[in-house]
């Protein structure tokens, strides 16, 4: 039968695409993942063969302003000299005793990590902490919310970068009912008046919002399960998210409408190609602060197709 079904493939001239490999046994998820219904065809994550209209439309999904990904040889040459200018903030951060925090919020398999590594891969990691905390403990559950995250906070000299933050209260536990609704409402309101007390005791802060299309999530979600190297990326909570695309955007949409302001705005990017996300990021960091060196050809305002305010989602 499956002689027969690749006759037919050949005549019609159908390249059928190359399955994935099977995972060992010893980490392969024991969990079926849910079949998902979009406007293109059904996806089933377990199959081993991406469907051709997931490649085909992740790139375009959700409006992505490009039609190719940014070139290999033009990224690498962009963001080293992005990383020059990095390493020059980070000497100045350390001289003048400024604290900076970096908060990377988003979409289940959006960038955040990847984004994170590029701004860090040559700083001294010392001075520049990823923080990037599991589910709270029992004792943290019965503090007030923000207090574990303010044991993170830098000392004089130091940038963190926050791998998913406070904002956890405001997308997935709302989400997936690890909070109440009454909860959720609370933490909005606090969040304003949180923030700008950082601001306040001299805390430089940024927040990116990765945003990337459902084709997209799904791509990438594919190449988490049927890679041994990725497959750890993927968990439980991926595969209810996957159901609740459209919970999600509410959530988001809300904390934006909430926590969005002047003094401690979002950054929304749009990180179909990742490599264009992270190009942009950094570029919007050194773009805003000032520091001994800077070179003006390579430090250019982002891309406001790519980075911008949440009104780039409307």
């Known amino acids: 039968m499956a002689d027969k079904k690749k006759d037919r493939d050949s005549k019609s001239?159908?390249?059928r695409r190359k399955p994935a490999e099977p995972l060992p046994a010893a980490i392969a998820p024991t969990v079926d993942a849910p079949q998902i219904e979009t406007a293109f065809g059904s996806f089933d994550l377990d199959d081993a063969v991406l469907p051709e209209w997931v490649e085909r439309e992740a790139l375009a999904s959700d409006g992505y302003p490009y039609d190719e990904p940014i070139k290999d040889k033009l990224y690498e040459e962009e963001l080293e000299q992005l990383q020059v200018e990095l390493v020059k903030l980070q000497r100045h951060v350390i001289e003048t005793g400024m604290r900076l925090v970096l908060v990377f919020e988003g979409r289940d398999a959006a960038g955040k990590g990847g984004s994170i590594f590029a701004?860090?891969?040559?700083?001294?990691?010392?001075?520049?902490?990823?923080?990037?905390?599991?589910?709270?403990?029992?004792?943290?559950?019965?503090?007030?919310?923000?207090?574990r995250y303010i044991a993170h906070l830098p000392t004089g000299g130091e940038m963190v970068l926050f791998d998913r933050s406070w904002y956890n209260r405001a997308g997935?536990?709302?989400?997936?009912?690890?909070?109440?609704?009454?909860?959720?409402?609370?933490?909005?309101?606090?969040?304003?008046?949180?923030?700008?007390?950082?601001?306040?005791?001299?805390?430089?802060?940024?927040?990116?919002?990765?945003?990337?299309?459902?084709?997209?999530?799904?791509?990438?979600?594919?190449?988490?399960?049927?890679?041994?190297?990725?497959?750890?990326?993927?968990?439980?909570?991926?595969?209810?998210?996957?159901?609740?695309?459209?919970?999600?955007?509410?959530?988001?949409?809300?904390?934006?409408?909430a926590t969005h302001n002047s003094v401690t705005p979002w950054s929304v990017v749009r990180s179909n190609d990742k490599r264009r996300a992270r190009l942009n990021i950094i570029r919007h960091v050194l773009a805003t602060?000032?520091?001994?060196?800077?070179?003006?050809?390579?430090?250019?305002?982002?891309?406001?197709?790519i980075l911008n305010g949440p009104q780039i989602l409307e």
């Open 13 to 15: 001239g159908k390249k």
């Open 289 to 305: 602060l000032d520091y001994s060196g800077k070179d003006a050809n390579v430090v250019r305002k982002p891309d406001p197709s």
């Open 119 to 147: 701004f860090r891969q040559y700083l001294n990691p010392r001075a520049a902490r990823l923080v990037a905390l599991p589910k709270p403990t029992e004792t943290e559950r019965g503090q007030w919310y923000f207090q």
């Open 172 to 257: 997935v536990e709302p989400v997936m009912g690890f909070c109440t609704p009454e909860e959720h409402r609370a933490f909005l309101a606090a969040v304003p008046a949180f923030e700008q007390m950082l601001i306040d005791g001299g805390i430089v802060f940024f927040k990116f919002w990765l945003n990337i299309g459902q084709v997209t999530q799904l791509k990438r979600f594919f190449e988490r399960r049927h890679n041994p190297l990725k497959i750890w990326k993927l968990s439980p909570i991926d595969y209810k998210a996957m159901h609740s695309w459209d919970a999600y955007t509410q959530a988001r949409d809300r904390m934006f409408e």
